[in-house]
């Protein structure tokens, strides 16, 4: 049973404001993700850390900015939302092999 | 370039029936494969898993074939049931490099 959690589930934003999406594992995992999925598409990588203030950029390039104080925490921030930016975030522990997954935050952004 | 290809994006079966999903890797490194299952609005959650040691591995109704020859894997789903409704993601890493790469889904409808 996978203990990762992320907040909010779902999230309507008008353009121009500042967002943190919250991500917190409580199995003590080093590495975390977040990844972005639209409909029909596969998961992009678009932020990683195998550590506490550790933060390396993924695969696809991202507006977003992460960071890692606690072992226990990654949120992710947009300073400023755009439309462009509406996708399902979904973040990710791991113990070594393979991820678990949070529930995801639909962003929406008007 | 997509590293992982999942082809036949939607798949619709009779409840009882054999479902099988198709995943095509083009990284020789990869060496651990992952499928997941996931619903519209939540975080993808673990099926099961393969080390290209092996060839196949079965957890209950799940079973996954890897051919690292043709690299390709698939899912078997059997018997199928109306709870497995989702999108599947092929997913795969190598040692080293604990980043997956992931397909683009299979979406599976059981007919009851």
């Known amino acids: 049973e996978a203990d990762i959690y992320q907040t909010p589930r779902y999230l309507v934003i008008g353009t121009g404001k500042k967002i943190t999406l919250e991500c917190s594992q409580t199995?003590?995992?080093?590495?975390m993700y977040w990844y972005q999925q639209d409909p029909g598409m596969e998961l992009h990588l678009i932020h990683y850390s195998y550590g506490v203030n550790s933060t390396e950029k993924g695969d696809l390039s991202s507006e977003s900015t992460v960071s890692r104080i606690r072992t226990e925490h990654f949120p992710l921030t947009l300073e400023s939302a755009r439309p462009s930016h509406t996708s399902q975030y979904l973040c990710?522990?791991?113990?070594?092999?393979?991820?678990?997954f949070g529930q995801g935050t639909r962003l929406t952004v008007v | 370039d997509q590293q992982v290809k999942q082809n036949s994006p939607s798949l619709s079966v009779q409840e009882g029936r054999i479902s099988i999903l198709n995943c095509d890797y083009t990284?020789?490194?990869?060496?651990?494969f992952l499928w997941y299952k996931k619903y519209p609005a939540e975080g993808p959650t673990f099926l099961i898993s393969i080390s290209s040691i092996k060839d196949k591995n079965e957890d209950g109704r799940f079973t996954v074939f890897l051919n690292k020859s043709a690299k390709h894997l698939s899912l078997h789903i059997v018997p199928s049931q109306p709870g497995d409704s989702a999108v599947y993601f092929c997913?795969?890493?190598?040692?080293?490099?604990?980043?997956?790469?992931f397909g683009k889904g299979n979406q599976v409808v059981v007919i009851p």
């Open positions: 990710a522990s791991s113990p070594g092999v393979g991820a678990f």
């Open positions: 997913a795969a890493s190598y040692y080293g490099n604990n980043r997956l790469a």
């Open positions: 990284n020789s490194m990869f060496d651990y």
């Open positions: 199995m003590g995992h080093d590495k």
